[in-house]
């Protein structure tokens, strides 16, 4: 039932080289973009996304060369430093999508009661269905980074960050980082419970995490690994990955948005076999200030 989005009656697009007007359902969305200035194919893509109050700043840091990079929000960009700005609101209009994206749990869409989880979750949708979108058309490695920056200086690259990003994934659907600080999913329920509640006032983020983390121990978890969700790399045509990242968001929208504690059970539940790198490792390597193994 997972497996949806290797089907092409359901997904938007399907793969990396189907137009989103060949899928049905993706014609029904406005498609509403400010693009950037950039017009060759690019061959891999940087996607981030932010809502609310911590919505993208107005000045982006330039695009690098050969890359396409978008960034979905509700705010508006005074300089888009060619990136593709997208104000389409697709996470409210997932079911045109696909219809299976929207789980029914508590942070569907339709459920949402609160106006900053609210903002996380259209965030985390972006994350969790890039590939999906038309923007994304025609590219199928993609990095996932928040709107954190934190140093912008990688953008300003000498090497092809394409090139990098390619030779990084290659042989793996994926390439995540270990997490900086802890190890296990139990180890992170507490701090994630505080930076929830931090972050939004949301009183229930506590307790969704605990139940979140004893539902995937009763389907066998084994917590043995951390790994930090503010960035990875994907290969989005690899087999299994477009099902895992439907059960991702499934597992979001069912218990917590604290994506970074069902993560680990997503990656043993469908058997993905992830590149895991040391913490910081991810900028170190694709900026080729470390050689890639």
Known sequence: ??????????????DANQNATDTPGCALLTH????????EQPQAAIVSA?????????????CPEGLRCVMYTDSP?????????????YHANSEKLAP????GGRHSWNKIWDEEVSHV???KFYKMNMFLLPELAGINVIMWHDADWGRDTWFHAKVSLPDRMNELLRGFPMVVEKHAWRNTVSAEMMPAAKRAYSGTHYGYAGDE????????????????ALYNGARFLIDSNWPGVRSAFLGWWHEVQNFTFRDQISFPFIVQRFKLPIRVLEKWQIHEMILGEMAIP
């Not at 039932?1 to 399907?14: I, M, R, S, W, Y």
């Not at 509403?32 to 017009?39: H, N, Y």
């Not at 995490?209 to 043995?224: N, P, S």
């Open 1 to 14: 039932a997972l497996g949806f989005c290797e089907n092409a009656a359901h997904c938007c697009p399907l």
């Open 32 to 39: 509403k973009v400010k693009r950037g200035s950039r017009t």
């Open 121 to 123: 979750m259209a965030a």
């Open 50 to 62: 932010s809502y609310g109050r911590r919505a993208a700043a107005s000045v982006l840091p330039q």
């Open 100 to 103: 299976r994206l929207n789980s």
């Open 77 to 89: 960009v005074a300089e888009n430093s060619g990136w593709w700005v997208s104000t389409e609101p």
């Open 209 to 224: 995490i605990y139940e979140a983390y004893h539902h995937q121990m009763r389907l066998g978890f084994k917590d043995d």
